[in-house]
């Protein structure tokens, strides 16, 4: 694991959200290294106590729950009534502490919100939740007035600058510490864009074109190669 | 304020408050917090915190019912099936508990249906509604609603939250009492001795260890001084003190006496069966024994001094105490000969406090716990329980009568009997409780499940009738001392004794 700014940043913001029981949204456009920096930090933080939970796009409030219900590994079948439900949640989540990761937060609907507010609220529940999502997720968790109540933290992800690409890359992998720092600006340039998961994509097809044009370092053709190959693509 | 311990206490008439919206244009969560902390059930304030993504406004019902303390189950959603049943539970556990504020929040989120309901709870339970709307301003809709009944809008949340009192619990909607405890063990109880009257604590005091015999002993005086005790406050002779002069003595000489070839002596140490034949008896009482003839409320009397009895051992000996009570005041008391396997109150079911908490927070609707405490406190099945009706169960429900025999309830449940009738009147329909219970009163078998109390339906009551029922009572002669003159234990005299 690669260990960056917004990683460590990251872990410090959960360390005080935890310690407070409190929200957290950690937003920014996909492929940045949210979801593996929040992973990243739970692990360390609190390995035992972190439930994730994804829903589909556009959850209902009945997804929520039963996700919920098979996260915290309930037993017998779900309830019908959601009364009988949510008490069912609120005592198992008042057991002991835990952290409540919801990923692709921005999908939700102001009533599904109106479900994890109504879980953070109540005064036997010990829990902390962060919400994670894309670029939009921030503005859709801002317009509820009951989040922006109640989110202690806003953490944005930005993409890696040039200085941050320079230093990540080349402990990133082997190929980009044999390369030339203005290779690997290049390549920022033309495909990475300071986008973890873009610059995957690009490590994968650089191994191949050293590999397929005999090569050890990545230089201008091996580049031309990859960003052939990736079809002048921006980053997700 | 009504406890489970008291009677009913008629609540003085009172004007309904001004209904309180309290503006909370940041959606705080400080706001919420002070909501749901200032819920004190015991102090008559609670909060609702409603299930979120519901409109319909019979869960509005069962979340207030959660909040009164009702556990949220499946079986009472199952017996509060349509909005007007829900709500005329939750308003009837209102009464009954003195609820006089109820605060409600996400109160902007709320359509027109349970505005309505929650305006006819508020003209049938005169509560003070505390609607916490998470805006800045009222809508249109709800102002059109107000606009004819008094309230008053505010942004001062201190003013409408007050802190909880020290001390309050702060189980919330979902109860934190988990699922009760099952039938709990009574303390460690006399073994049941099986002797009549006469020889019972010789018997015990041979047979049991001294703790044993200490607590059936403590038994014994507690059924021999509630037996003083109430026929002393009652006009215990049906004949005046001039004709108890006149009466003529019990015979006991062989072949004189009313009981045959037996004497007073036979039937008092249980050498007979016989019945004592009474003469005279449309000239009044010529001679003892004469029946006792208020037997309603000799009735009422048995049931109550075996209430709460952890065992039937515990019962047993309060009986035996209850006849050494009755013979000192000149009455024979007779049980059935077969008291240690009778059915009955305090035989069938031990219906202590606990018991009757189980069923205050595990049930909802106001039929079935009524329908449960009459079945344990009588023994029998649901079939005849199911005939009650609900109107007939009095605003002091202080005692029922079933086709069985008359029943006292315990101070400590006559709160879950009076709910039905309550309940009957905000909620008309059906008035038997076979409406909710079923003709054989089959809905009590998980209903008492749910409470943690093993009970099956039967009727457990032996020969067909409980045993204070089949419990005679005669007259034998005059009251030997006043009730405060009991004796400690060791003392050889009655203080106060007649000549």
């Not at chain 1, 933290?153 to 930005?158: G, I």
């Not at chain 2, 007979?272 to 003892?288: F, I, M």
Request: hydrophobic content about 40%; aromatic content about 6%; glycine content about 6%.
């Amino acid at each position: 694991m690669v260990v960056t700014e917004a990683l460590q940043r990251t872990q410090d913001n959960l360390a005080i959200v935890i310690d407070e029981r409190a929200m957290a949204c950690v937003h920014g456009d996909s492929g940045l290294g949210k979801t593996l920096s929040v992973n990243a930090s739970l692990r360390e933080l609190a390995p035992a106590e972190t439930v994730r939970v994804q829903f589909r796009s556009h959850p209902y409030l009945r997804d929520i729950r039963g996700v919920l219900f098979d996260a915290l590994e309930l037993p017998g079948p779900k309830p019908i009534h959601p009364l009988e439900f949510d008490t069912l949640l609120k005592d198992k989540l008042s057991e002991r502490f835990r952290v409540l990761v919801c990923d692709e937060a921005q999908w939700m609907s102001t009533e599904c919100f109106e479900l994890w507010r109504h879980l953070w609220d109540d005064p036997h529940t010990d829990i902390a939740i962060i919400f994670v999502g894309g670029a939009n997720c921030y503005k859709v968790l801002q317009r509820e007035a009951m989040l922006s109540s109640r989110v202690l933290l806003w953490q944005k992800f930005e993409p890696l600058t040039p200085a941050e690409v320079m230093a990540v890359m080349p402990v990133y992998h082997p190929i980009w510490a044999e390369a030339d720092l203005e290779i690997i600006l290049l390549a920022n340039r033309r495909a990475g864009h300071g986008n973890f998961r873009a610059w995957a994509r690009v490590t994968v097809l650089a191994v191949r074109a050293l590999k397929h044009l005999k090569r050890t370092t990545v230089d201008e053709e091996v580049l031309a190669w990859v960003c052939d190959r990736l079809g002048g693509q921006e980053p997700a | 304020m009504l406890t489970s311990d008291d009677h009913v206490v008629p609540t003085p008439a009172r004007t309904t408050p001004p209904i309180t919206i309290l503006l909370d244009p940041d959606d705080a969560w400080q706001i919420t917090a002070d909501a749901l902390a200032a819920h004190a059930p015991a102090h008559g304030r609670i909060t609702v915190h409603p299930t979120p993504g519901i409109t319909d406004d019979r869960v509005l019902a069962h979340d207030l019912l959660a909040a009164l303390g009702k556990q949220a189950t499946h079986l009472n959603v199952q017996h509060l099936t349509t909005s007007g049943a829900a709500w005329a539970a939750a308003a009837t556990w209102m009464i009954l508990g003195n609820t006089t504020t109820l605060i409600l929040l996400r109160a902007h989120l709320m359509g027109a249906q349970r505005w309505k309901r929650l305006l006819w709870l508020r003209e049938e339970t005169g509560v003070h509604l505390v609607l916490i709307h998470h805006t800045g301003t009222v809508a249109h809709t709800t102002r059109a609603r107000l606009a004819d009944i008094e309230h008053r809008i505010t942004r001062d949340h201190h003013e409408c939250l007050p802190p909880p009192p020290p001390g309050t619990e702060q189980s919330h909607d979902h109860n934190h009492d988990r699922a009760p405890a099952h039938d709990e063990a009574a303390a460690p109880s006399p073994a049941m001795v099986d002797a009549p009257f006469p020889r019972y604590r010789a018997e015990a005091y041979r047979r049991l260890t001294a703790a044993e015999f200490a607590q059936a002993d403590a038994e014994y005086r507690r059924g021999l001084q509630a037996a003083c005790a109430w026929l002393t406050s009652r006009a215990t002779c049906e004949t005046s003190p001039a004709q108890q002069d006149a009466l003529l003595p019990i015979q006991t000489e062989r072949g004189f006496s009313v009981w045959g070839e037996a004497t007073l002596v036979d039937h008092v140490l249980g050498r007979t069966r016989l019945q004592p034949s009474v003469d005279g008896a449309d000239d009044g009482p010529q001679r003892y024994p004469y029946p006792w003839s208020d037997t309603i409320q000799l009735e009422v009397f048995l049931s109550e001094l075996v209430l709460g009895a952890p065992t039937r051992a515990h019962s047993v000996a309060r009986v035996r105490g209850a006849q050494a009570g009755f013979l000192l005041h000149g009455l024979l008391l007779q049980p059935p000969d077969d008291l240690v396997a009778a059915g009955g109150p305090g035989m069938s079911y031990p219906f202590t406090r606990d018991v009757a908490d189980r069923i205050r927070s595990q049930l909802a609707h106001p039929y079935v716990t009524a329908a449960l405490v009459i079945a344990l406190l009588s023994g029998t099945g649901g079939q005849h329980v199911s005939e009650v009706d609900a109107r007939k169960l009095d605003a002091s429900a202080s005692q029922f009568t079933l086709a069985s025999g008359h029943y006292a309830i315990p101070g400590y449940c006559r709160d879950l009997v009076r709910a039905a009738g309550l309940y009957c009147r905000l909620a008309p329909g059906s008035r038997r409780l076979r409406a909710v219970i079923g003709e054989h009163g089959a809905a009590l078998v998980p209903a008492a499940a749910t409470c943690g109390i093993e009970w099956d339906n039967s009727s457990l009551l032996v020969n067909g009738g409980p045993w204070h029922v089949w419990t005679g009572c005669w007259r034998v002669g005059e009251p030997l001392h006043e009730w405060h003159d009991i004796p400690p234990r060791g003392t050889r005299h009655c203080p106060g004794q007649r000549p």
